[in-house]
């Protein structure tokens, strides 16, 4: 059965990755998505985007910034910690991208483990990236899926567990071939029920959408 994940949480109803996104997402998704971002502090935190510019009312390069300083934004961003306790109380699946490039570089991978040992949570998770050597780095993370999020690169070589492409991209021939590599495949941004519909019937493991109830009602999984 194919699995609905909310794109930065509920984002076509609430503030992409605020605390209202995800759990407004609990009942109409499988799971959630967020990028992860370092703070100045190295505080770990759900954003997309290098600046605050396009989806809060502060300006600024995200790295130059403390999470005192970040915190204060309307609306206001959630940890990385407090993303996974809403995750894990909801018993929800997961799929966290590590944005690079950046300043940290293998530091904010570094940071991730240290809060998932912490954590030892115990729900599906798939960790992806745009960067290699930050997929590479995220191989060790016990007991989960990683991906990198650039289609030349969805080889064994690179030991990705998930092909990760724009819908726009996909084929059926496609489809088969990442299963016939013993890999998933999980297809953004899918907000069109019938493009729902014909990747589902394909086989698409999962569909990450920023409607997830939509594309739910037209799979018929609600």
Same mark, same amino acid.
């Given at each position: 059965m194919t699995r609905v994940i909310a794109h930065r949480g509920y984002s076509a109803k609430y503030p992409e990755m605020s605390r209202e996104a995800y759990i407004n997402a609990i009942p109409v998704s499988d799971g959630f998505e967020c990028d992860l971002h370092l703070t100045s502090d190295l505080k770990l935190f759900c954003w997309h985007d290098d600046t605050m510019d396009r989806t809060s009312n502060m300006s600024g390069d995200v790295h130059e910034m403390t999470w005192n300083q970040i915190s204060q934004a309307t609306p206001?961003?959630?940890? %990385? #910690?407090?993303?996974?306790?809403?995750?894990?109380?909801?018993?929800?699946?997961?799929?966290? =991208?590590?944005?690079?490039? !950046?300043?940290?570089?293998?530091?904010?991978? !570094?940071?991730?483990? =240290?809060?998932?040992?912490l954590l030892q949570p115990k729900i599906d998770m798939s960790f992806m990236? %745009?960067?290699?050597?930050?997929? +590479?780095?995220?191989? *060790?993370?016990?007991?989960?899926?990683?991906?990198?999020?650039? #289609?030349?690169?969805?080889?064994?070589?690179?030991?990705?567990?998930?092909?990760?492409?724009? +819908?726009? =991209?996909?084929?059926?021939? +496609?489809?088969?071939?990442?299963? *016939?590599?013993?890999?998933?495949?999980?297809?953004?941004?899918? *907000?069109?029920? =019938?493009?729902? #519909?014909?990747?589902?019937? +394909?086989?698409?493991?999962?569909?990450?959408?920023?409607n997830p109830e939509l594309i739910k009602e037209a799979l018929n999984l609600n």
């Open positions: 206001q961003p959630i940890l %990385f #910690k407090e993303f996974m306790e809403i995750a894990i109380s909801a018993g929800k699946d997961v799929l966290i =991208e590590t944005k690079h490039p !950046q300043k940290f570089k293998g530091l904010l991978e !570094q940071r991730l483990k =240290e809060e998932l040992d990236s %745009f960067d290699p050597k930050a997929v +590479w780095r995220m191989r *060790n993370f016990p007991g989960r899926k990683v991906q990198l999020l650039e #289609k030349k690169y969805y080889v064994p070589k690179f030991h990705a567990d998930v092909v990760a492409p724009y +819908w726009k =991209e996909v084929t059926k021939e +496609w489809v088969d071939q990442v299963h *016939n590599r013993g890999q998933e495949m999980y297809v953004w941004t899918v *907000n069109d029920p =019938e493009v729902a #519909k014909r990747l589902a019937g +394909w086989g698409v493991d999962t569909l990450i959408s920023d």
